[in-house]
T-cell receptor, first 114, second 114 residues
Framework: DTGVSQDPRHKITKRGQNVTFRCDPISEHNRLYWYRQTLGQGPEFLTY????????KSRLLSDRFSAERPKGSFSTLEIQRTEQGDSAMYLC????????????FGSGTRLTVV | SQQGEEDPQALSIQEGENATMNCSYKTSINNLQWYRQNSGRGLVHLIL???NEREKHSGRLRVTLDTSKKSSSLLITASRAADTASYFCATDAWGGGSNYKLTFGKGTLLTVNP
């Protein structure tokens, strides 16, 4: 297992289109997180899964955003009717069970909405 | 919302010098973590310090934590050009329902000049 994989690395889409990103976590990690990062800022929490259950969603996650983690393995993040303000780096991270563990991040998907 | 605040926002030093970055946070925490991010890439976990620890070392990294002042510092000794990156502190807030969710600061951009 080589780490957390995200696909695609870059996505350019027109405003109003739907986009879907995929994240493959480290296989033995049961926790999976999505973050969004804009230029010059730190990552902002979007949502969190423990196994297949989505346990927390940020208020940043409007109803245009939906995330799934079927079977507790890979996860997808979909943005419907994209807006220019959605342009950002979308980061996925996973962590193993237990307290006091660090996250392993993927390289991110950079979304540009034109 | 971002809980951690790094200081300074940017730091430029010469190779071989030490670099110190500070982080302040607002709420009680379980642990505090430091991450590095190279331009346009994902974050890499550097070190984790628990709320009952005061100092921790890992290679050229030294982290301190002062829970009474709600602050932490990251010291990188004998810096190298390859240390050039953004450094983020992240807190795992104390209390039920945190779901081990990390809250990141805005980061310190470190430039090490050869």
């Amino acid at each position: 297992d080589t780490g957390v994989s995200q696909d695609p690395r870059h996505k350019i889409t027109k405003r109003g289109q739907n986009v879907t990103f995929r994240c493959d976590p480290i296989s033995e990690h049961n926790r999976l997180y999505w973050y969004r990062q804009t230029l010059g800022q730190g990552p902002e929490f979007l949502t969190y899964f423990q196994n297949e259950a989505q346990l927390e969603k940020s208020r940043l996650l409007s109803d245009r955003f939906s995330a799934e983690r079927p079977k507790g393995s890979f996860s997808t993040l979909e943005i419907q009717r994209t807006e220019q303000g959605d342009s950002a780096m979308y980061l996925c991270a996973s962590s193993s069970p237990g307290q006091g563990v660090g996250y392993t991040f993927g390289s991110g998907t950079r979304l540009t909405v034109v | 919302s971002q809980q951690g605040e790094e200081d300074p926002q940017a730091l430029s030093i010469q190779e071989g010098e030490n670099a110190t970055m500070n982080c302040s946070y607002k709420t009680s925490i379980n642990n505090l973590q430091w991450y590095r991010q190279n331009s346009g890439r994902g974050l890499v976990h550097l070190i984790l310090i628990r709320s009952n620890e005061r100092e921790k070392h890992s290679g050229r990294l030294r982290v301190t934590l002062d829970t009474s002042k709600k602050s932490s510092s990251l010291l990188i000794t004998a810096s190298r050009a390859a240390d050039t990156a953004s450094y983020f502190c992240a807190t795992d807030a104390w209390g039920g329902g945190s779901n081990y969710k990390l809250t990141f600061g805005k980061g310190t951009l470190l430039t090490v000049n050869p």
